[in-house]
């Protein structure tokens, strides 16, 4: 199985492979890869995303680019195994409601994948923050100019390709993991979604 999916899925390049074939690229990982492969990925696409959060915070300069970035990289790999093993866990439990037949660790790992879109727009996270502070972080002190407002509208576009290309991942894996159909994965992950939505803004 695992010879046939080579054929499919450059070995070399499966991170860039998940953009134009998602499902051959879960299962040849999924088939193939050792865990630590998972964590790997994961953990720096935790770190990808939560930079994103720092977009538009007040920068004071209390604390360096460089303290930021590096105490950031510490939270996200205590962030990563808390939330993968909580969405794991609740996707797991809410494929099962659509006939889904997937183990919590196989969605362990295929919820690590789905972290690979983050780690496209990594270099350009980095690159943004450390040339154009002013116009990723709010800085009183600091105008922003049109270039800033230009490089907004296409770090922001492009981090909204990842998100949704990662939500899109998340459908087929589950899919792939639980063999159900993409319209029940959908479902499945849309009640997740629904449910800790509403729990945030009621509580």
């Known amino acids: 199985m695992s010879e046939q999916l080579t054929g499919t899925v450059d070995d070399r390049h499966a991170i860039l492979s998940i953009a134009v074939k998602p499902r051959d690229t ?3 990982v999924l ?19 939560n930079l994103v959060s720092f977009i538009g915070s007040e920068f004071t300069g209390q604390y360096t680019l460089g303290d930021i970035v590096y105490s950031t990289f510490l939270l996200s790999l205590v962030l990563y195994f808390l939330s993968t093993v909580l969405s794991a866990g609740v996707l797991t439990l809410s494929a099962k409601a659509f006939g889904g037949t997937g ?6 790992r295929m919820i690590s994948v789905t972290m690979i879109p983050y780690i496209w727009i990594l270099p350009v996270l980095l690159f943004w923050m450390q040339f154009a502070p002013q116009s ?7 105008e922003t100019s049109l270039g800033d407002l230009i490089l907004q509208f296409v770090c922001g576009t492009l981090i909204i390709i990842s998100s949704i290309w990662t ?7 589950i899919s792939e993991v639980h ?3 993409k319209w029940k994965a959908f479902f499945a992950s849309f009640i997740v979604i629904a449910v800790l939505g509403a729990t945030y803004f009621l509580f």
């Open 136 to 142: 990723f972080f709010s800085i009183s002190y600091m």
């Open 179 to 181: 063999r159900i159909s």
């Open 167 to 173: 939500y899109v991942i998340t459908v087929i894996g």
């Open 26 to 28: 879960i299962r040849y």
């Open 103 to 108: 183990k919590f660790k196989e969605m362990f």
């Open 31 to 49: 088939t193939t890869k050792k865990l630590s492969y998972f964590i790997f990925v994961g953990i720096i696409g935790v770190f990808a995303s």
